[in-house]
Nanobody, 126 residues
C-alpha cells in the first residue's frame, strides 16, 4: 500500500514563502514520477508542477513558473514544493501525487497519477 503524506502548509502573507514536503512510503519512490496539484474551493483540481523519476525533467503550470520549484530526494523518498512570492490566488489545498506515466505529456494529467496524499491547506492573505 502506497501512502503519501504532505506537510508544510499554513497561513502566509502575500509575497511570502512556504515549503511543502511529501513523504512516500510503501514503495520505492524512485520508480515513480512525482507531482503537485491544488484545488481551490469550487474549482477543479489543477496541475501545479511535476518531476520525473530521476529529476532531470520538470514541468510547471504557467501560473507558478518562476515562483515555485519542485524537487525530489529519492533517498528520503520525498518530493518538495518550494513556493515563493505567494499570491492570494495560490490559496488552495495542495496535493502530492505519484505516477508511472509513460509519456511526459501526461505529467499534467490528474488521471495519470495513481497515488495521492490527503492534502495540505495553503492560505495566502492579501
Amino acid at each position: 500500500q502506497v501512502q503519501l503524506v504532505e506537510s508544510g502548509g499554513g497561513l502566509v502573507q502575500a509575497g511570502g514563502s512556504l515549503r511543502l514536503s511529501c513523504v512516500i512510503s510503501g514503495r520505492t519512490f524512485s520508480n515513480y514520477h512525482g507531482g503537485w496539484f491544488r484545488q481551490a474551493p469550487g474549482k477543479e483540481r489543477e496541475f501545479v508542477a511535476a518531476i520525473n523519476w530521476n529529476g532531470d525533467r520538470i514541468y510547471y503550470a504557467d501560473s507558478v513558473k518562476g515562483r515555485f520549484t519542485i524537487s525530489r530526494d529519492n533517498v528520503e523518498n520525498a518530493v518538495y514544493l518550494q513556493m515563493s512570492s505567494l499570491k492570494p490566488e495560490d490559496t488552495a489545498v495542495y496535493y502530492c501525487a505519484a505516477s508511472r506515466w509513460m509519456s511526459d505529456v501526461r505529467a499534467y494529467d490528474v488521471g495519470a497519477y495513481n497515488y495521492w496524499g490527503q492534502g495540505t491547506q495553503v492560505t495566502v492573505s492579501s
